[in-house]
């Protein structure tokens, strides 16, 4: 299955997190109504 994706790779929780962290903090400001997928290039 990891090999399936692009970073040949399965998520972490900690992957997760710095998505979520981006998003809440001041970088992620001006983004809004996006769908971010955060799957490592596993469509």
């Not at 998520?11 to 903090?25: C, N, R, W």
């Amino acid at each position: 299955m990891a090999g399936l994706a692009s970073l040949e790779r399965l998520g972490t929780p900690e992957d997760i997190a710095s998505v979520v962290s981006f998003l809440e903090g001041p970088d992620g400001a001006w983004i809004n109504t996006q769908i971010l997928r955060a799957n490592g290039g596993f469509a």
